[in-house]
């Protein structure tokens, strides 16, 4: 799978995270990462991580559009591949995979 297929992928997947009692994220404050909410790709990491919690479910793509401005979600921390995950980096990733297929697809003029 491609890079550009990769963060498609990841624009619908479906990421769990912990429900607080009011409206909004539990936002974890870390000293080199800063702002994080913890957010998992199935709901058993969400129960590794959590244990027994409330919690709700949203794709990738309106995540990021949720978070609060200066906050990125931190995606399987316990996992093997954790990576953070904000707006930028979705945009940062379409813009490279669309470069990706712009060079794939150029024609070298036939030499």
Same mark, same amino acid.
């Not at 800063?34 to 957010?39: F, N, R, S, T, Y």
């Not at 024609?107 to 036939?110: S, V």
């Given at each position: 799978m491609s890079e550009r297929e990769k963060w498609a992928a990841l624009r619908g997947a479906r990421l769990y995270f912990q429900r607080p009692e009011n409206p909004g994220f539990l936002v974890s404050e870390t000293a080199e990462a800063?702002?994080?909410?913890?957010?998992f790709t199935s709901i058993e990491g969400l129960?590794?991580?959590a244990g027994a919690c409330g919690w709700a479910s949203t794709t990738a793509e309106d995540l990021v559009g949720l978070l609060p401005e200066g906050v990125r979600a931190l995606?399987?921390?316990l996992g093997k591949h954790?990576?953070?995950l904000d707006a930028q980096t979705l945009r940062e990733a379409? @813009?490279? $995979?669309?470069?990706q297929g712009r060079d794939e697809g150029a024609? @070298?003029? $036939?030499s």
């Open positions: 800063g702002p994080l909410v913890p957010v129960a590794r991580f995606v399987d921390p954790p990576f953070l379409e @813009d490279e $995979g669309e470069d024609d @070298d003029g $036939g």
